[in-house]
């Protein structure tokens, strides 16, 4: 299916849409704590959501029961808040925030440390986020979607970590979820051609372990299929002539 391209104007709307979403993803990333339980995450999110002026394009999605997915440990993503679930010191936490705002959607995340986890975690949350920076460096006119896939299975390979190959990025703009589909492996030279007013996800999945994963009966939550710690790392982007434009930008 055709990707579309943005023109001027709806490039502002997905900029505002994409710098709410970031700004959430900050702020309710300040207050997390070990003690706390990820409904109130969920919480904070809706909160903070709409005293920016937008609504969460994850609730009621497809019947998801949330405002935001909260996926910890060897959770890989889709991990639905609960009352029943607390932070514990040592956990690693991704918060997945997508805000709908002036008709037009960002998407973001980034996994957080509670407290301090050992070593293990902390190289597959590093490796999470150079792997995300590895495919966004891929963007820009001309680039292929295999480009992506390819920059960052190579890095996760050389560090000893594994791609989920489940479930990838995807278009995003008047809807969360539009093609293509973005896939986190790949090979460099093939898949459809990116140019400038593209917009969409990079998010790739991380595992210390293997690249299997398995759905809950929950019908959501993806787990590792051996247990390993997951981490993800997730940005809207605007392909431009000479490289992106990182819609939901925050310090990484
Ligand atoms: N924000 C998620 C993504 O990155 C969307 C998950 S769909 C949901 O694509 F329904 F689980 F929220
Ligand atoms: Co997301
Ligand atoms: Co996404």
């Not at 293509?180 to 998010?203: D, F, K, N, Y």
């Not at 993806?222 to 002539?241: M, N, P, Y």
């Amino acid at each position: 299916m055709a990707i579309e391209r943005l023109g001027p104007d709806q490039q502002a709307r997905m900029r505002r849409a994409g710098a709410a979403a970031a700004a959430t993803l900050a702020a309710v990333g300040g207050q997390l704590r070990a003690g706390m339980t990820t409904a109130e995450i969920d919480r904070l999110v809706r909160a903070d959501t709409a005293r920016r002026g937008g609504r969460s394009s994850q609730l009621g999605y497809r019947g998801f029961p949330a405002a935001v997915c909260t996926s910890r440990n060897d959770v890989v993503c889709h991990g639905i808040p609960s009352a029943r679930e607390r932070l514990r010191p040592g956990d690693i936490i991704n918060v997945d925030v997508t805000t709908a705002l002036g008709g037009y959607h960002g998407d973001t995340s980034r996994t957080f440390l509670i407290g301090e986890p050992g070593p293990e975690a902390r190289h597959v949350v590093e490796v999470a986020a150079r792997c995300l920076q590895a495919g966004i460096s891929q963007l820009r006119d001309g680039a292929r979607l295999g480009d992506i896939g390819a920059a960052i299975s190579e890095l996760a390979r050389a560090e000893g970590c594994s791609v989920v190959r489940d479930i990838g990025g995807h278009g995003i703009g008047r809807h969360m979820h539009m093609p293509p589909h973005v896939s986190h492996v790949g090979q460099s030279g093939t898949g459809a051609r990116l140019r400038a007013g593209m917009a969409l996800t990079i998010e790739p999945m991380i595992n210390l372990g293997g690249a299997e994963v398995v759905e809950l009966d929950d019908g959501w939550t993806i787990r590792t299929a051996d247990g390993s710690l997951s981490a993800q790392f997730e940005h809207t982007l605007l392909v431009t002539q000479n490289g992106c434009e990182v819609m939901t930008p925050q310090p990484f």
